[in-house]
């Protein structure tokens, strides 16, 4: 693919260097490589492995986007780390500007209350109809629609089909939203509540705009790489749908404080108590002297009923009108 890709640039574009994302060096020039959010795999072509690792090494500046990427160049490169360069999209695009680029039902989003929620169909980790009950126990939790915003187009990165499926199986509940622009997509982000989703750029945009993020499946490797270099706490990395999904701590002060267990075994348990007998640490029901929820995922209905039992005996079932649980 990567040598087709040259070819095709050389032939119909007539590019001299090859490789038009990564220009060689020219005499009397400055080179810089900004934000690189690709490494160097050992397992490339030796021709288009040197080729690369020349024109990295004698550029002029770079900087690349996670620690992951540092690993890759640093027998060759001493990169600077940076976030990607899109993150600054929010100094330069005015609300104005997004206004009269957008159509009147994008800008009409602004007086809405949504989640927006985007995934590839090779990046999921969850199936249409399992997404449809999540984001509908979140939707009925916390009062706000569901907004399916496809931001890939291209091969590998065609959400819209996966969208589809998800807002046919929703019975309509969950808005569609298709042929967008950027500008629009930027702004559908921007004015929602919450962006759940496997793209970066979807994430980045989030950031910029400071809006809430949550990206999904750790097996999306940039994604994860990522955040756990410039995410916020919880948001440092990517959730996987079959996790434990969230423990919610209502406080005074912070409202909804949200954080991962991701305890699935008796093992699990005993590691986590034991950390927490060596540690330091106060528990969250004891820093918050709050109601203390977890959200859990079951197999058999038996499961759940011998879990809320235990829970009932110690005294520390919750009980209101809201299930917290989610049936899988």
């Known amino acids: 693919m990567i040598i087709f890709a040259d070819l095709l640039c050389k032939r119909r574009y007539k590019l001299q260097g090859g490789y038009s994302y990564l220009p060689p ?3 009397g020039t400055l080179t810089a490589f900004d934000t690189i959010g690709s490494g160097v795999s050992r397992y490339s072509l030796s021709h288009y492995l040197n080729k690369v690792r020349t024109r990295i090494s004698n550029s002029d500046y770079l900087s690349v986007r996670d620690s992951r990427v540092v690993k890759s160049i640093d027998s060759f490169s001493s990169p ?10 929010a100094d330069f695009i005015t609300d104005d500007f997004l206004v009269e680029e957008c159509s009147d039902q994008i800008n009409q989003l602004k007086n809405k209350d949504y989640i927006c929620f985007q995934a590839a169909p090779n990046k999921t980790d969850a199936s249409a109809i399992e997404w449809v009950d999540i984001l509908n126990k979140i939707s009925e939790r916390y009062s706000l629609e569901v907004i399916l915003c496809p931001i890939g187009y291209a091969s ?22 298709y042929e967008l622009n950027l500008w629009e997509i930027m702004s559908i982000i921007k004015n929602s509540k919450i962006f759940l989703g496997t793209s970066l750029h979807g994430v980045i945009t989030a950031l910029s705009f400071s809006v809430s993020y949550i990206g999904l499946n750790p097996k999306v490797t940039k994604l994860d790489a990522f955040l756990k270099n410039w995410g916020i706490n919880p948001s ?7 996790e434990i999904l969230d423990v919610i701590v209502e406080h005074d002060l912070y409202g909804e404080l949200v954080g991962g267990l991701y305890i699935s075994n008796e093992i699990e348990m005993l590691n986590f108590m034991q950390k927490y007998e060596k540690s330091q640490a106060r528990l969250l029901s004891q820093l918050t002297n709050g109601i203390h929820l977890h959200t859990i995922r079951y197999q058999k209905a038996e499961d759940l009923a011998q879990i809320k039992q235990a829970l009932a005996e110690q005294g520390i079932l919750y009980q209101d009108t809201m299930d917290a649980t989610v049936n899988k």
């Open 80 to 89: 600077d780390l940076f976030p990607d360069s899109a993150i600054t999209m």
């Open 25 to 27: 060096k020219l005499s």
């Open 156 to 177: 590998g990165h065609d959400d819209f089909d996966f969208l589809e499926e998800i807002h046919k199986k929703s019975l309509g509940k969950f808005t569609l939203l």
């Open 236 to 242: 440092n990395r990517c959730y996987s749908a079959d």
